[in-house]
């Protein structure tokens, strides 16, 4: 099965501070995604990856970096953290290509808090 | 831009008893594709049912099924027999059909069902 591991189920921090997200995945998938979930909006795409060291962004990256410097690690940066970051982060990674099988995976979600 | 709208914030069902999620979407494009993802609350996404555009037929997966009307844009899902383990929030998502770099979700707001015992 593949896992799409995040470090943290939960995570607070004070305004202000630099916050690392963690992802992992063990499936060699080239894609990877980092999302926000806020209640009454869904999941909006903060970031996402399709090779090392290659980024793209999403809807909302204001405020957000990401980096990829192994196929299977992809870290969100919060480099000033502020309360309207306040929410769930979640990951997910998917093979890459032209097949409806490259569905995304996800992991169970980070919930943060700033203060 | 592609846009998913998921107009029930919230449904419940009895257990045992059939209930339909509605999502409409817009786009422009002649192919892509569709999803629903459950949320349960220990809030793992996980793939209920995939639909190809192209493909007439609607898809089914045990007791979940699509109602898929492409002209219309609308993709819903048909929960039959519904189970204490049907509880989550559900998401429809759209897909643009494949370009290298270009394969992000649009997801819809979510309808939280709760299955009513």
């Known amino acids: 099965d593949v896992k799409v591991t995040q470090s943290s189920r939960y995570l607070v921090k004070r305004t202000g501070e630099k916050v690392f997200l963690e992802c992992v995945q063990d499936?060699?998938?080239?894609?990877m995604f980092w999302y926000r979930q806020d209640p009454g909006l869904g999941l909006r795409l903060i970031y996402f990856s399709y090779d090392v060291k290659m980024k793209e962004k999403g809807d909302i990256p204001e405020g957000y970096s990401v980096s990829r410097e192994k196929k299977e690690r992809f870290s969100l940066i919060l480099e000033s953290a502020s309360t309207n970051q306040t929410s769930m982060y979640l990951c997910?990674?998917?093979?890459?290509?032209?097949?409806?099988?490259?569905?995304?995976?996800f992991g169970a979600g980070t919930r943060l808090s700033v203060l | 831009a592609q846009t998913v709208t998921q107009s029930q914030p919230e449904m419940s069902v009895q257990e045992a008893e059939t209930v339909t999620l509605s999502c409409t979407y817009d786009t422009s494009e002649s192919d892509y594709y569709l999803f629903w993802y459950k949320q349960p609350p220990s809030r793992q996404m996980i793939l209920v049912i995939r639909?190809?555009?192209?493909?007439?037929q609607n898809a089914t997966e045990n007791r979940f099924s699509v109602n898929f009307q492409k002209a219309a844009k609308s993709f819903s899902l048909k929960i039959s027999d519904s189970q204490l383990g049907d509880a989550a929030m559900y998401f429809c998502?759209?897909?643009?059909?494949?370009?290298?770099?270009?394969?992000?979700?649009?997801f819809g707001t979510g309808t939280r069902l709760t299955i009513i015992p």
């Open positions: 997910a990674s998917s093979l890459q290509g032209s097949l409806a099988k490259n569905i995304q995976y």
């Open positions: 499936m060699d998938h080239e894609n």
């Open positions: 639909q190809e555009a192209y493909k007439q």
């Open positions: 998502a759209y897909r643009t059909t494949w370009s290298f770099g270009n394969e992000k979700l649009t």
